[in-house]
DNA sequence: GATGAATGAGCGTTCATTCAT
DNA sequence: TATGAATGAACGCTCATTCAT
């Protein structure tokens, strides 16, 4: 009672350690982002579902933006080869139908990840339903599809508007998308490609 | 011994400054959603840019969540007669093409009044930039094109897909439009409606 | 809208309204001071059952503790007489039975009063059960009976303890009377006399 | 390389303070539900003569009710075994007598710590003279006292009109005692137990 | 590095009371 | 006198963050 009890572990387990801390975090935090979105989040929601104590969160980040950055930056790192793969290609055509495809089942995927982890036992739990890897893969599309459109290897109309519009339509098709039974995404995509081609397609002989 | 009863009916000064009051709110109110978004924004941030005492503020709202549906009713009241003059036309194309130059029209009045009434001072400041006004106008927007598509006035495809996909263009190109000086409404509703219509019309051909 | 109205009454029909408003006030003061309890009840509770303005309840009262009081008095006052017809009689034994009777007479006169008007609509609303009424009636007694004993009309024993005693058992089983249905005021006032003087039979034998 | 993984248990320090932190807080409560009431006290009453943060007082409870409860629950358990070797007994003038003496004492010995504590300072201070753990402590004896009498060890007259007398009789009389200096107990629990003894007895000859 | 109690600013809200009308 | 909106102190409570252990 009125000592403190030292154990001393060897210095891999402790290493183990960290990265564990830094995991349980992340996925508690990932967790409580999909549940309560980003405003609500707090940081102790995300400590409380760790587990663990609470100073020892700030050993891992500062702040909520932190952790949310670290899962974004995650997500982004993942996501990253595959967008590498499409960008720099001649042809503007085949890289939107590749680029829709990939954001498709990456968030697909993602989705499914989310869905499969939550517990079922608290269904009457709002839910944001978008984790924060979510948030960054959309914005990685976004930046590759602005930059293929800026870079000239689109076709010749405002390239910002057409941007806008090729993300919009990726971004909404998509959410439609993962709330079906079964996500297919072969359809969604193929809708998204079609609308984003076809209305280029019209923007070419209208002349805007 | 002979004295009057006075009765006091609400008359000139006491009704000005409830109005006057209700209104300093609603306007502190858009201004702290505006800039801070809902989820940041708290009813004390509101009272503070008020001017007035705390109790007050509950004299004329019960929360920020009333508050913010009084703003959005308004937007959608404003926006209500001007929708609906569109809705319940025949021909898709024409609504499309209506819908998107008054959901454009308005946002561009109202982001320009919310542009010019901030005050510069703040630079720093994290701006969100969507007024309840404009959210609400937002979604009355969604829902008329929902409406109408869901309706079987649109073309036969995916009706949901389809409806997301506008959706996401609107919004998308409007944001853009509001970056531009000078924000140049006809350009902007012209490239969107073209996206939409000749993405539909891909659609068509390609049989999906 | 922007002119005030006013309405001339004759002075008669305003010093009914005076009397009317003292009235609403002291009626809604002992609802309210009966189902929440005098510590819980605050001035709003009050005014809101009356249906005035907030401002006006302090043309009649300056607290709650004055309405209290303004209540209490009004119950003391209406059992000043029936208490005054037993005070200064010469023999303890009476005084004790009648100032019991009476006690019990009013309490439970009061009782059914406030039972009887209370809305039944409100079944789980807590309802502390005494008005000011009741209580002041209890010190009146719990005076008398002070009184009577200090002044040597009873037996030579420890009277302050006596009063105490006496107070204790009228209290007590009055309130379990109230409960009862139908209330029995005679067998509780037979069953509160005996113990009292029975009890003080005792004491004398046993030299106390 | 080599490096110490540390756990640390609870150990001195640390456990002290929090000992003490709760201590202050109950003791404070104590004082202030003594002084206000428990209606009139408020948190931050407690808070305040704590010297402790706000936000420390809930590390310890939840609310005032359950400060209160704490307190409460002391009393009662530090009267729980001198209570149980009274219950059961088999005849009833042993019982009461027992019963009073006990109650007397520990109310008694609760003042004396109670008024020891007080600081003479603040002379105009509403007191409201019981703490909660007095409180509780009647509450017990009014249970045993109802149990016994109900249990059929009392005399067969109406059970619960003499258990709300003995309970009218013992409290007021014990606060009487409190009052005076010295504070005799034997004197009062004589007086009260004569009191209800004789009454009694009174009650059985007058056949009701 | 891990712990978890302490901190105190800040939140939403209610309240008694005032005072211009 | 009646009105009822304005006031601002105070409440219960939560939070991010610190720091002795």
């Known amino acids: 009672?009125?000592?403190?009890?030292?154990?001393?572990?060897?210095?891999?387990?402790?290493?183990?350690?960290?990265?564990?801390?830094?995991?349980?975090?992340?996925?508690?935090?990932?967790?409580?982002?999909?549940?309560?979105?980003?405003?609500?989040?707090?940081?102790?929601?995300?400590?409380?579902?760790?587990?663990?104590?609470?100073?020892?969160?700030?050993?891992?980040?500062?702040?909520?933006?932190?952790?949310?950055?670290?899962?974004?930056?995650?997500?982004?790192?993942?996501?990253?080869?595959?967008?590498?793969?499409?960008r720099g290609r001649g042809e503007f055509e085949g890289f939107v139908r590749e680029a829709i495809v990939a954001y498709f089942t990456f968030m697909a995927d993602e989705h499914a990840a989310w869905v499969a982890l939550r517990p079922a036992g608290e269904p009457n739990l709002t839910v944001q339903g978008e984790t924060p890897e979510m948030a960054a893969v959309f914005g990685e599309v976004k930046g590759a599809i602005e930059d293929a459109i800026a870079r000239g290897h689109g076709p010749a109309v405002d390239a910002e508007f057409l941007a806008a519009a090729c993300i919009g339509v990726a971004r909404e098709v998509c959410d439609k998308m993962l709330m079906r039974r079964p996500v297919d995404i072969n359809k969604a995509a193929d809708f998204a490609v079609a609308m984003i081609l076809n209305g280029i397609q019209g923007l070419h002989e209208g002349a805007l």
Not at 10 to 28: F, Y
Not at 43 to 69: C, M, P, Q
């Open 1 to 86: 009672m009125s000592s403190a009890s030292v154990v001393y572990l060897p210095s891999g387990k402790r290493e183990q350690t960290k990265v564990q801390n830094r995991q349980s975090i992340l996925d508690a935090a990932r967790e409580v982002f999909g549940e309560l979105g980003y405003e609500q989040a707090t940081v102790r929601d995300i400590i409380r579902r760790t587990g663990l104590a609470a100073g020892t969160f700030y050993n891992y980040y500062r702040s909520k933006e932190e952790v949310f950055a670290a899962l974004a930056d995650d997500g982004a790192r993942r996501f990253a080869p595959i967008l590498k793969s499409l």
